[in-house]
């Protein structure tokens, strides 16, 4: 069993490798011309997209809790994370080295006020907490735009530019692992164990509050990593870009995606993170071309592009594998069809 | 009452008692259990018996009276502390992790047996693997006491009725408990289930040295398994006794039949 994990793990990070590889080549090899930095531009706003909606899909999808308020702990990281790297600039670390450890202020920054948002906030469900999760975006924007450290309410400029979209690629496949082999562990398997039904999970023993707080907390920790890129990517900002709209944008993203698919808030960030610049064509259209696009998807795909389904590599080659067999052995046996397992 | 043995009893509740606005649920509410004993909890319809169990389990805060766990005293304390500390409980309408699978319905109660952190999880340690590999081994163990061997993989609310019902008693088990309230855990079942659901309670008795404490509507199968019994009404306990004792008590005939001889008489040939 360990054996094949083992072989999986190596699977999925030459999957990885061979879609970066697919980008460098696609702008080393300089295709698309002079538009070359610009859809560059376009690929890092996705992974910080991603990074950001898959940690919105910890809360929505594996708690089962709508939190509207997820900008506010993007704003956290991001602001962190500038004012980090700007102390440390000049000090002779490399970029990377300074990039880091400003990501990760962001993210620790983000995950402490996660902790104190949640801890009260996560004593209440459904709608009452999506309602306490806004009021909290709200207190921060209005914190951020008078505190003098960020600006006091003026654009905050002249951020370090670090944010590379090769750095940015990697950097987001590993906060992507990260939740994900979170999901996989005892901490995934409690917590949807909590949204599935919370008084049965405190009759197994579960304490509910302490497993809503830590999954919310490392949440807001890759929210402000991703807010960390974001604000070394843009290099100025102003509270007023994270406001309500900011965290329904995401929301909507972890939707279209699929509410519980790690893969599916991949395929949905990173398409609706882009879907805004491909229909530049339609200049003054394009919002309305954007919403028509999530009201199609909703119709006719109401659990998302994903469902709770997860996109595996392995699955697929294994079943590649398992039909050459059944070839060889002479068709797939009719019962073996029928039967339905979890997904889980 | 007769205490069970010189030992100490496992449970020990005095005079507990809830109070919703003016509605005494359960007033002054004494029992003891003793190890290994099987104890029926009866009474009609709206009696105060789940409220009895909630009250154990920490779901309701007692307004008066207080309960112990092997003399540990047990009030004010949240469910999942109490769960820790060995009471474990079924539910009436069934509470499975119904979108997940079988094994990790029992796998989610084993949690706090689990003492890897966020570090091993994401690093996927060797100490990850070893605990994990324990614990799967442990929830196949526990799911062939069930009967449910097999179905490991099946998502927990596809599963027929009667099996939900013992993967909620192997989730139950999964916590480790030293008394298990088992909440109606035949409702609903044909008489081949309930016959199976007798085995699975008496071995599982038999075999974890378990206290359990049964509410159950089903006369004959409480009749059957009980030692002893206890009958509530309108939250006041009217008797405790043997099977024997309580199917010639004339409280609990009143309770459940009414005071009218004719009725009486003919509801218990329909019975």
């Given at each position: 069993?360990e054996?094949?994990?083992?072989?999986?793990?190596?699977?999925?990070?030459?999957?990885?490798?061979?879609?970066?590889?697919?980008?460098?080549?696609l702008?080393?090899?300089?295709?698309f011309?002079?538009?070359?930095?610009?859809?560059?531009?376009?690929?890092?706003?996705?992974?910080?997209?991603?990074?950001?909606?898959a940690?919105?899909?910890?809360?929505?999808?594996?708690?089962?809790?709508?939190?509207?308020?997820?900008?506010?702990?993007v704003?956290?990281?991001?602001?962190?994370?500038?004012?980090v790297?700007?102390?440390?600039?000049g000090?002779?670390?490399?970029?990377l080295?300074?990039?880091l450890i400003?990501?990760?202020?962001?993210?620790?920054?983000?995950?402490?006020?996660?902790?104190?948002?949640?801890?009260?906030?996560?004593?209440?469900?459904?709608?009452?907490?999506?309602?306490?999760?806004?009021?909290?975006?709200?207190?921060?924007?209005?914190?951020?735009c008078?505190?003098?450290?960020t600006?006091g309410?003026?654009?905050?400029?002249g951020?370090?530019?670090?944010?590379?979209?090769?750095w940015?690629?990697?950097?987001?496949a590993?906060?992507?692992?990260?939740m994900?082999?979170?999901?996989?562990?005892r901490?995934?398997?409690?917590?949807?164990?909590?949204?599935?039904?919370y008084?049965?999970?405190?009759?197994?023993?579960?304490n509910?509050?302490?497993y809503?707080?830590?999954t919310?907390?490392?949440?807001?920790?890759?929210?402000?990593?991703?807010?960390?890129?974001?604000?070394?990517?843009?290099?100025?900002?102003?509270?007023t870009?994270?406001?309500?709209m900011y965290?329904?944008?995401?929301?909507?993203e972890?939707?279209?995606?699929?509410?519980?698919?790690?893969?599916?808030?991949?395929?949905?960030?990173?398409?609706l993170?882009?879907?805004?610049e491909?229909?530049?064509?339609?200049?003054?259209?394009?919002?309305?071309?954007?919403?028509?696009?999530?009201?199609?998807?909703?119709?006719?795909?109401?659990g998302?592009?994903?469902g709770?389904?997860?996109?595996?590599?392995?699955?697929?080659?294994?079943?590649?594998?398992k039909?050459?067999?059944?070839?060889?052995?002479?068709?797939?046996?009719?019962?073996?069809?029928?039967?339905r397992k979890?997904?889980? | 009452?007769?205490?069970?043995?010189?030992k100490?009893?496992v449970?020990?509740?005095?005079?507990?008692?809830?109070?919703?606005?003016?509605?005494?649920?359960?007033?002054?509410?004494?029992?003891?259990?003793?190890?290994?004993?099987?104890?029926?909890?009866?009474?009609?319809?709206?009696?105060g018996?789940?409220?009895?169990?909630?009250?154990?389990?920490?779901?309701?805060?007692?307004?008066?009276?207080?309960?112990y766990?092997?003399?540990?005293?047990?009030n004010?304390k949240?469910?999942?502390?109490i769960?820790?500390?060995?009471?474990?409980?079924?539910?009436?309408?069934?509470?499975?992790?119904?979108?997940?699978?079988?094994?990790?319905n029992?796998?989610?109660?084993?949690?706090s047996?689990?003492?890897?952190?966020?570090?091993?999880?994401?690093?996927?340690?060797?100490?990850y693997?070893?605990?994990?590999?324990?614990?799967?081994?442990?929830?196949?163990?526990?799911?062939?006491?069930v009967?449910?061997?097999?179905?490991?993989?099946?998502?927990?609310?596809?599963?027929?009725?009667?099996?939900?019902?013992?993967?909620?008693?192997?989730?139950a088990?999964?916590?480790?408990?030293?008394?298990?309230?088992?909440?109606?855990?035949?409702?609903?079942?044909?008489?081949?289930?309930?016959?199976?659901?007798l085995?699975?309670?008496?071995?599982?008795?038999?075999?974890f040295?378990?206290?359990?404490?049964?509410?159950?509507?089903?006369?004959?199968?409480?009749?059957k398994?009980?030692e002893?019994?206890?009958?509530?009404?309108?939250?006041t306990?009217?008797?405790?006794?043997?099977?024997?004792?309580i199917a010639?008590?004339?409280?609990?005939?009143?309770?459940?039949?009414?005071?009218?001889?004719?009725?009486?008489?003919?509801?218990?040939?329909?019975?």
């Amino acid at each position: 069993m360990e054996r094949r994990v083992k072989i999986s793990y190596v699977i999925n990070l030459l999957g990885v490798l061979a879609v970066f590889l697919l980008f460098v080549l696609l702008f080393e090899s300089r295709i698309f011309g002079a538009a070359t930095q610009y859809i560059k531009g376009i690929c890092t706003t996705a992974c910080y997209t991603i990074i950001m909606v898959a940690s919105l899909n910890l809360v929505v999808g594996c708690m089962g809790e709508f939190s509207l308020g997820h900008a506010g702990f993007v704003s956290v990281g991001a602001y962190a994370s500038a004012i980090v790297s700007g102390a440390l600039t000049g000090k002779g670390l490399p970029d990377l080295a300074l990039f880091l450890i400003a990501l990760l202020a962001g993210g620790i920054a983000a995950g402490i006020t996660g902790v104190l948002v949640g801890i009260p906030a996560l004593r209440l469900r459904g709608d009452y907490l999506a309602i306490v999760t806004v009021a909290f975006a709200e207190i921060i924007r209005v914190c951020f735009c008078n505190f003098s450290i960020t600006g006091g309410g003026k654009t905050m400029s002249g951020i370090l530019k670090l944010s590379d979209f090769y750095w940015c690629y990697w950097i987001m496949a590993a906060c992507v692992a990260v939740m994900y082999l979170y999901i996989r562990s005892r901490f995934g398997r409690t917590v949807k164990a909590i949204r599935e039904d919370y008084i049965a999970a405190s009759a197994a023993g579960i304490n509910v509050t302490y497993y809503k707080v830590l999954t919310f907390t490392v949440a807001a920790f890759f929210a402000g990593v991703g807010g960390g890129i974001y604000a070394h990517y843009m290099t100025a900002m102003i509270p007023t870009n994270f406001n309500f709209m900011y965290s329904a944008e995401l929301l909507s993203e972890v939707i279209i995606g699929g509410i519980g698919s790690l893969t599916g808030s991949i395929i949905g960030a990173a398409f609706l993170s882009s879907l805004p610049e491909m229909m530049r064509q339609f200049s003054q259209y394009r919002m309305l071309a954007y919403s028509v696009v999530l009201i199609i998807v909703m119709i006719f795909k109401p659990g998302g592009i994903f469902g709770n389904w997860e996109f595996s590599l392995v699955r697929i080659l294994h079943r590649a594998e398992k039909k050459g067999h059944e070839k060889a052995e002479g068709g797939v046996q009719p019962w073996k069809q029928l039967e339905r397992k979890s997904r889980y | 009452m007769e205490a069970a043995g010189k030992k100490e009893p496992v449970l020990k509740v005095q005079n507990l008692g809830i109070q919703f606005g003016g509605l005494k649920a359960v007033d002054s509410f004494n029992m003891e259990i003793g190890e290994s004993e099987l104890i029926g909890l009866i009474g009609p319809n709206g009696a105060g018996k789940t409220t009895v169990f909630n009250l154990i389990t920490g779901v309701y805060k007692p307004t008066e009276g207080s309960f112990y766990l092997n003399g540990h005293r047990m009030n004010g304390k949240k469910t999942h502390q109490i769960v820790d500390a060995g009471i474990a409980r079924t539910f009436q309408n069934i509470r499975l992790f119904k979108k997940m699978s079988v094994i990790d319905n029992v796998k989610t109660a084993m949690e706090s047996k689990l003492s890897y952190g966020l570090f091993h999880a994401v690093f996927r340690t060797p100490v990850y693997w070893k605990e994990e590999k324990a614990l799967t081994e442990r929830a196949k163990e526990l799911l062939k006491i069930v009967h449910l061997s097999g179905k490991e993989d099946y998502e927990a609310g596809n599963l027929p009725y009667g099996q939900q019902r013992r993967l909620e008693i192997a989730r139950a088990l999964a916590t480790d408990m030293k008394l298990l309230l088992l909440d109606e855990p035949a409702a609903g079942m044909n008489p081949t289930e309930t016959e199976e659901l007798l085995e699975i309670i008496h071995f599982i008795r038999n075999e974890f040295k378990i206290s359990v404490l049964l509410i159950e509507h089903d006369m004959s199968l409480v009749m059957k398994i009980c030692e002893r019994i206890l009958v509530l009404d309108f939250g006041t306990t009217i008797a405790i006794g043997t099977p024997k004792e309580i199917a010639n008590d004339t409280r609990v005939i009143e309770a459940y039949l009414g005071k009218d001889d004719e009725e009486v008489e003919s509801d218990a040939k329909s019975e």
